[in-house]
């Protein structure tokens, strides 16, 4: 299982042997991810989109920090 | 031996308005109470206007340091209040106020301001003090998120707020100095609900930092205020 968070959303799921790019693919209406989030694997930047995904792996896409105030 | 009296701790509010009008409410009469004895500097430069009351708590219309200041000063006598009633700057230019002369050394900043400019700076000049909290909010229309640094004898005890966040890295917006009144009169619509949310957590961080259980590890929060969902994640010094 792969945990996906972004923002305060988290699900997991099957994807293990997945890319980040695949993940944010599929799962970007679902979690609302902006094109634009950073991805993390276990708390590590991941500059390349096509890291693959690892059984236990939590990929994080980081929403951006709220603007007002 | 008498003993000798401790100087004041001291809580920074850099932003008076939706969320720092907010934190104020609590932050004070939870100050004033306190064992210690706290000073509280109270930072904007801006006024309080009738179209403001939809959604921030102040008392009469007038620049948000001076008319908060007088506030506390009439209810909670305890607390000595220092009124800042201008916006901060890296260097104090254009009728601004030097951040370096705002924040010292063993503050709790709460920074409530309204552009990732101004957050950047204050985190800059944080990360150059020997100790301090800064607690961080933000938010959109029905979300957003509070971040925590700490620094402690010299050394981060928690990432920085941009480590994460290109949008603070790079911000590509403006301080408030430097935004035009066209710019001013765009800009987008709050809910109440949204900024006490933040107000609530970045109190919650200063209380939990205050008994000394922070989690150092999950410095940040995200809040959704429609799926009543707060969710603290990891994040790497």
Known sequence: ?69 | MAPVNPQPRRAVIVGLGGIGSWVLQALAPFLNFAQETWSLVLVDGDEYEEKNRTRQAFEELGPKADIQSAWVARKFQRLRVQAIAQYLSADGAEDTYPVRDAIRSGDIVFSCVDNHKTRRMISDHCAHLRDVVLISGGNEYTDGNIQVFVRMAGEDKTCRLEKYHPELAEPRDKMPFEVSCEELAASSPQLIFANLTAATLMLNAFYAHEQKKSDWQKPEVYFDIVANTAAPRVRNR
Do not use: H, W
């Open chain 1, 1 to 69: 299982m792969v945990k996906v968070i972004n923002g305060v959303n988290e699900l997991s799921a099957e994807l293990a042997g997945k890319t980040v790019n695949n993940v944010r693919g599929m799962l970007a209406q679902a979690l609302n991810i902006d094109p634009a989030a950073v991805a993390n694997i276990n708390g590590q930047a991941q500059p390349d989109c096509n890291t693959v995904l690892s059984d236990g792996d939590e990929l994080e896409f980081v929403k951006a920090s709220g603007t007002k105030g």
